[in-house]
């Protein structure tokens, strides 16, 4: 089963609205890392946060870590059309060399 | 994406053949991963390198192999490819993982491969 799961599947908000994803994860890590993926593209990276780390901000993104509740969060401030695209957490587990992927958020801003 | 290209990026092939994907990285990393992408499964680990002539199985290795005789190219190789082999593939690297949550870095993905197994 996979490590990270996010929630909720698929988001729809209106453009300048905050877009709130979860994660949920099951064994101890190393860090949390978030991706996006736009339709028909790669993976890329936006932010990491480590395991002793509660909190992170980058740019319009802010993202949270209970490693109690093993759970994070990814805020997306002042959605925009661009954002529209799938956000992916991954775990990098202690002892391992790889991430692990969760299936994905599907978000959607309309304008 | 910068660093990394994937060849070819459309394929499609028989049931039955071998097919080599390439991943090539002009990055200098020491990691370098494949990974396939379905839809209902996200993305799951095939084969990963930690080094030249160094690599192991991911989840979902059955069927495929992999090759790394230099730092900047890694393999993967459909011995005979099925049907359930349809999917896109993405190939990433890193410069490392996590320790102790320390020196971790995110991973670079190719633009990925969308093979077709008829």
């Known amino acids: 089963s996979q490590q990270g799961e996010e929630d909720p599947q698929a988001l729809s908000i209106q453009e300048g609205e905050n877009a709130t994803m979860n994660c949920s994860y099951k064994?101890?890590?190393?860090?949390l890392q978030w991706y996006r993926q736009n339709s028909g593209r790669g993976l890329v990276h936006l932010i990491l946060i480590r395991s002793n780390e509660r909190e992170k901000h980058s740019g319009r993104l802010r993202v949270t870590l209970d490693t109690s509740k093993k759970s994070s969060s990814l805020l997306i401030t002042a959605s925009r059309a661009a954002d529209t695209a799938s956000y992916f957490c991954?775990?990098?587990?202690?002892?391992?060399?790889?991430?692990?992927f969760g299936q994905g958020t599907r978000l959607t801003i309309n304008p | 994406d910068a660093g990394i290209t994937q060849s070819p990026r459309h394929k499609v092939t028989e049931t039955g053949t071998p097919v080599t994907l390439r991943c090539h990285q002009t990055e200098n990393h020491r990691y370098m991963y494949w990974y396939r992408q379905d839809p209902g499964h996200g993305l799951r680990l095939i084969h990963y390198?930690?080094?030249?002539?160094?690599?192991d199985k991911g989840e979902v290795s059955d069927g495929y192999s992999v090759s790394r005789s230099k730092t900047e190219d890694f393999l993967l190789t459909l011995e005979s490819a099925t049907s359930s082999q349809t999917s896109v593939y993405f190939c990433a690297i890193s410069a490392g993982p996590g320790t102790g949550g320390k020196d971790a870095f995110g991973y670079t993905f190719g633009s990925g491969t969308r093979l077709t197994v008829v």
């Open positions: 991954a775990t990098d587990l202690e002892g391992a060399q790889k991430l692990v």
């Open positions: 064994t101890s890590i190393n860090n």
């Open positions: 390198s930690y080094g030249v002539k160094d690599t």
